[in-house]
């Protein structure tokens, strides 16, 4: 009674008083609820954002980008990935980053990184979380300011990344 | 909480002057991602290695931006050309204040 009358509910019978207790109860939980429930993953669209934060309307190719991983991992944990840009890696010709992205994870960006002709080869590798079977977008930039991509898709058994 | 485990560097110890060398790097980080809930349900606070960087006599030559979808213990190979014997420092920071280092020797004959 003093609780229901704490959340500023008042009523003259007690039955009348127990469904409004019960519905201020319902709504603070359906609110505890709101605040911990995350989206279950990002959608494409919030891929195609990041996509457009990173490199506005630049037109993105397909070509010239190979990337690997496993068609199927048993851990989304730990997922091995490889992106090789066909690129001669010259003064003149050469991979100045690459972006790899995630559709269906929280947040679909992964990692970056900065490369240049004192690399030799463009070829980088490194493990990474997907939290749901999906597809991994890599995308090269050049130093003639095209854009290049891959991707590929992965199913994934079991995850406890949280992503 | 703000302390990271050891970066590790495998790399060849010499090389010709010209050729490309594969570089592979680890270092010991939890990144935990932000979105896990401890066994009471609170979500237990992101902490995440934010960047690594590679330099190769002063200058850079590798970099990276690491988000949460990065795996535990993050590791990289990349490649860079032999150009001249010096030191390859390897610098490793987390949104913690953290920071890990590793260098290796480069011999070009």
């Known amino acids: 009674m003093k609780r229901s009358e704490a959340l ?12 409004s207790r019960r519905r201020a109860l319902g709504a603070l939980l359906a609110g505890a609820s709101l605040l911990v429930v995350r989206p ?12 457009r934060e990173t490199f506005g309307d630049r037109p993105v190719n397909r070509g010239r980008v190979k990337l690997e991983l496993p068609r199927l991992a048993e851990n989304g944990s730990v997922v091995p990935v490889t992106v090789s840009v066909d690129s001669p890696m010259t003064e003149q010709e050469y991979v100045q980053s690459i972006h790899l992205f995630a559709e269906k994870n929280h947040l679909p960006r992964i990692l970056e990184v900065q490369l240049g002709p004192y690399n030799g080869k463009a070829v980088v590798a490194s493990r990474v979380r997907m939290a749901t079977s999906q597809q991994l977008t890599a995308v090269a930039v050049l130093s003639d300011g095209s854009l290049w991509s891959a991707a590929a898709d992965i199913e994934v058994v079991t995850s406890e990344c949280g992503l | ?44 606070p992101r902490h995440i290695v934010e960047s690594f960087e590679c330099t190769y006599n002063g200058r850079e030559i590798f970099r990276a931006k690491l988000h949460p979808a990065v795996s535990t213990n993050p590791f990289f190979t990349f490649y860079a050309v032999a150009v001249e014997s010096g030191e390859l420092v390897f610098t490793w920071r987390d949104d913690q204040g953290g920071m890990a280092t590793a260098t290796s020797h480069l011999d070009v004959v």
């Open chain 1, 8 to 19: 500023g509910t008042s009523s003259r019978s007690s039955r009348r008083h127990e469904a």
């Open chain 2, 1 to 44: 909480m703000s302390r990271m485990g050891a970066g590790r560097v495998r790399m060849p110890a010499s090389a010709k002057r010209g050729e490309v060398i594969e570089i592979r790097t680890l270092v010991q980080h939890p990144m935990e991602s932000g979105f896990r809930l401890d066994n009471t349900g609170k979500e237990i």
């Open chain 1, 40 to 51: 279950a993953t990002a959608t494409p669209e919030e891929l195609t954002a990041a996509l």
